[in-house]
C-alpha cells in the first residue's frame, strides 16, 4: 500500500509541476512576443488579445473569465481528473499572465520584426501546449474541445487546435485592420500545431527492452518499486551455443525513462545483456488508452431469433 502510495503522489507531482512549467511556457510567449506585435494567436487566448486591443481590458481577466464556461462543460465530458489539472493550469496561466504583464509590461523584444517574433513566440507557445497536454492537463480554451476529440479519436492534437483557432485568429482583422498580422496569426497556428505535435509524440515514444542477467530479480525488485515504476516480465531461455537456462526480461517504459533504467540495471549488473527497440504505440496499463468507439453487443436477440426458427422447422417437420 505504500508503495502504491508513492507512486500515486510521484506521478500526481510530476504532472502538476510539468503542467506548471508548460503553462510558463505558453505565458511567456503570449506576453513577450504576440501581444506586443499585435499577432493574434487561436483559442480563449486570441478572443483575449482581440478584446484587449479593441478595449483594453487586461488579458487575464478576459481569459480567466471565458475559460470558467469552458471547464464546466469540461467537466461533464472529461470528467473530474482533467479538469482538476486544468482549472490548475488555468490558475497558473492566468497568473503567470499577470506576472509577466508586470516584469514587461512594455517588451521591446523584436519589435519591428513581427516574423521572428511569430516564430519565437509560437515554439513557446507550442512548448507549452505540450508539456500540459502531456500530462494531462490543459490551458483551457481550444485545448478543451482538441482532448474531447482525442480521447475518442486517434487523430493529431495539433490539427485539432488548428482548425478550431483559424476562424479566432480571423476575427482578428475586425480590431487590427490588417490582413498581414492576420496571416503572421497563420503561421503562428502552423508553428505551434508542429512544436506540439512533436512535443506530444516526444512524450509518448515509448522503447522495450530485453535484458539477460543473472541478477534478473534485483532489476526487477527495482524496476517495480523504484522510479520509473514499470513492471517486467521474464521468460524462460536456453542459450543456443552454451546451453545454459536463462531469464529474459521484458520491460516496456517511456522513452524519456531509458536514461534511468539503463542506470539502475548498470548499478545492479554492470555485466548485463541489454538490447532496446522503439516501438510504435503501447497501449494498457500505465501507456496510451485504447482510441476505439465501442460498440455494443447484444447477442441475446440473435439467439431468440435463432431458436424461433429452430422452433418453425421442428413444427413444419411435425405437420
Known amino acids: 500500500m505504500i508503495d502504491i502510495n508513492r507512486k500515486s503522489v510521484y506521478r500526481e507531482l510530476t504532472d502538476y509541476v510539468m503542467i506548471g512549467i508548460g503553462m510558463m511556457f505558453y505565458s511567456l510567449g503570449w506576453v513577450a512576443f504576440y501581444l506586443p506585435n499585435h499577432i493574434s494567436s487561436g483559442g480563449v487566448a486570441g478572443l483575449s488579445s482581440i478584446i484587449y486591443w479593441g478595449t483594453h481590458t487586461p488579458v487575464q481577466f478576459t ?3 471565458m475559460n470558467v464556461v469552458l471547464l464546466a462543460i469540461a467537466l461533464r465530458i472529461l470528467g473530474l481528473k482533467f479538469c482538476i489539472k486544468t482549472i490548475y493550469g488555468v490558475l497558473m496561466m492566468t ?3 499577470a506576472l509577466f504583464r508586470n516584469v514587461f ?3 521591446t523584444i523584436l519589435r519591428g520584426e513581427p516574423f521572428m517574433a511569430c516564430i519565437i513566440g509560437s515554439c513557446f507557445c507550442g512548448i507549452g501546449l505540450g508539456f500540459g497536454l502531456s500530462y494531462h492537463g490543459s490551458s483551457g480554451g481550444s485545448d478543451i474541445v482538441a482532448s474531447i476529440i482525442n480521447k475518442y479519436r486517434d487523430i493529431s492534437l495539433g490539427r485539432v487546435i488548428l482548425l478550431v483557432d483559424m476562424i479566432i485568429v480571423t476575427l482578428s482583422y475586425v480590431v487590427l485592420h490588417s490582413w498581414e498580422q492576420v496571416i503572421y496569426g497563420y503561421v503562428g497556428l502552423i508553428v505551434v500545431s508542429f512544436v506540439l505535435d512533436q512535443v506530444v509524440s516526444m512524450g509518448r515514444k515509448s522503447v522495450q527492452f530485453l535484458i539477460i542477467s543473472e541478477r534478473h530479480e534485483e532489476i526487477c525488485e527495482r524496476v517495480i518499486r523504484t522510479p520509473p515504476y ?3 516480465t521474464v521468460i524462460d531461455a536456453t542459450g543456443y551455443y552454451s546451453g545454459n537456462r536463462l531469464k529474459v526480461l521484458v520491460l516496456v517504459t517511456k522513452q524519456r525513462e531509458a536514461s534511468e533504467v539503463f542506470s539502475m540495471i548498470d548499478e ?3 555485466h548485463a545483456f541489454v538490447t532496446q527497440s522503439s516501438v510504435i504505440g503501447v497501449y494498457g496499463n500505465g501507456f496510451d488508452k485504447f482510441k476505439v468507439k465501442r460498440r455494443s453487443k447484444n447477442l441475446q436477440p ?3 431469433s435463432k431458436s424461433d426458427k429452430t422452433a418453425e422447422n ?3 417437420q411435425h405437420l
Do not use: K, M
Open 230 to 232: 514499470r513492471s517486467c
Open 63 to 65: 481569459y480567466f473569465s
Open 302 to 304: 440473435s439467439v431468440d
Open 105 to 107: 509590461p512594455n517588451p
Open 314 to 316: 421442428e413444427s413444419a
Open 268 to 270: 545492479i549488473d554492470p
Open 95 to 97: 497568473a503567470f499572465i
